[in-house]
């Protein structure tokens, strides 16, 4: 018997679940439903909603946009951290077609592959720089608090045009990063803080524009009438909100990951141009980083794998499972940047793939690369054990901090 949205199951499995492990995905997700077949949760925010946890069935429920909504204002959108209800202008992450389309496009050309290489040699300064800074202090630092964290910022306050002088946006962006704890207040009033910086940020350059991401849209999408300054401010805050943790959480778990697995930490010292690559994916199907979704509400009746979804349902894809799907990817507990398999699903899929992928990555490979390069002697200062990672609510996984000399 299919149910309605609004009847309970009192399903046993509550999503977000506890890690049984801080390398693995919850195995409540896989103990739940052993065949992998889509499956009723009960949400800790209310509710209740379908966990997907297939590859294929992720795979192709994201390929094909009228079977589900990313709009948050839609019935049945799941109550998850880090959900919106409420309309946010310029946000598109949250929007579908054409809303998504027509605002997606005005960023296409920034973050195409060509764009992306031709902030390589940027991206090598930056890292060089904030490196020898961070080595400055040694021998031995929080490699999050003191280079993951930092090099993401002055990334993309280049990437808006912010004057290499002017520390304070770095500063201000630091300090309105949203802790995800699910208190939508706090979420909240940190995204209009950020927003705010932003919006100070656009105001500046709508008289004076600059030959970066915010002035190009000014002079050309603002100037013809085609983006509204609030939908800009918010596309830039959904930028920089999604860049700057998922980048240093890539390179510190990356980091991790080599110093931690001796073995494999040996190829990337042995030829770092061949190996960090596939480390860096490696890292990006093992943890994921994105811990609780996407989330989507159904357009339409589904059926998945004989699992009945009713238009109006609640649908969580959970990456992380997909990942570990051990269909796709034998041993998949398994850490090995040697591994030959299919593409992992760390962002996404379809028309909302993630659109800073390719900058997120040349980042995160650059930055490994320096470490293992210029650090040839690096370890951690603390046993595996003591290494912290985020808690369930946060929306992002990685490190709190990882303590290492040189």
């Known amino acids: 018997m299919q149910l309605a949205p609004h009847e309970t199951t009192g399903c046993p499995i509550v999503f977000p679940a506890e890690r049984d492990s801080p390398f693995s995905p919850p195995s409540a997700y896989r103990d ?3 065949d992998g077949k889509p499956q009723r949760v009960t949400l800790a925010y209310g509710g209740e909603a379908w966990l ?34 409420d309309p946010r202008p310029g946000v598109f992450v949250n929007m579908d077609a054409p809303q998504h389309t027509r605002l ?81 207040a706090r979420r909240h009033a940190s995204g209009q803080k950020m927003r705010r910086v932003l919006g100070d940020l656009v105001a500046s350059k709508i008289d004076e524009p600059t030959d970066d991401l915010l002035g190009r849209l000014i002079s050309g999408a603002i100037r013809s009438g085609d983006l509204e300054v609030e939908e800009l401010v918010g596309m830039a805050t959904l930028l920089l909100a999604a860049s700057l943790e998922a980048t240093s959480c890539l390179i510190s778990l990356t980091t991790f990951a080599l110093l931690r697995d001796p073995g494999q930490g ?33 357009k339409v009746d589904i059926t998945v794998d004989g699992a009945r979804i009713r238009a109006g349902d609640s649908v969580i894809l959970h990456l992380h499972s997909g ?45 490994v690369e320096a470490i293992f390069t210029r650090m040839p002697n690096l370890r951690l200062s603390v046993p595996v054990e003591e290494i912290t990672f985020r808690e369930t609510q946060d929306l992002l996984y990685g490190l709190r901090s990882l303590p290492v000399i040189w």
């Not at 992720?58 to 109550?79: Q, V």
């Not at 280049?158 to 290499?164: A, I, P, S, T």
């Not at 010292?269 to 890292?283: F, G």
């Not at 507990?333 to 997120?360: K, M, T, Y």
Request: charged share 20%; proline share 7%; glycine share 10%.
């Open 32 to 34: 739940g439903q052993p």
């Open 52 to 85: 997907v946890t297939r590859y294929q069935d992720i795979k192709a429920l994201l390929s094909d946009d009228a079977l589900l909504s990313a709009d948050g204002t839609r019935e049945g959108f799941p109550a998850v951290p880090l959900s919106y209800r």
């Open 104 to 184: 997606r496009r005005f960023l296409a050309r920034e973050f195409s592959a060509p764009a992306v290489e031709a902030r390589r040699p940027i991206v090598h300064e930056q890292v060089d720089r904030l490196l020898g800074a961070f080595m400055a202090g040694g021998p031995g630092g929080d490699l999050v608090e003191g280079f993951a964290d930092v090099l993401p910022r002055h990334v993309s306050a280049n990437l808006f045009g912010v004057r290499g002088d002017d520390t304070s946006f770095v500063e201000q962006c630091s300090r309105a990063r949203a802790t995800h704890d699910g208190s939508a």
């Open 266 to 298: 040996a190829l990337v010292r042995s030829d770092p141009a061949r190996w960090i690559r596939p480390a860096v994916d490696e890292t990006l199907r093992y943890w994921t980083i994105i811990q609780h979704g996407p989330i989507r509400a159904a």
């Open 323 to 367: 990942n570990w799907d051990s269909t796709v990817f034998p041993s998949p507990e398994i850490f090995d940047i040697q591994r030959v398999a299919a593409p992992h699903l760390s962002f996404g899929h379809g028309v909302h793939r993630c659109l800073g992928a390719g900058l997120g990555q040349l980042e995160a490979q650059t930055a």
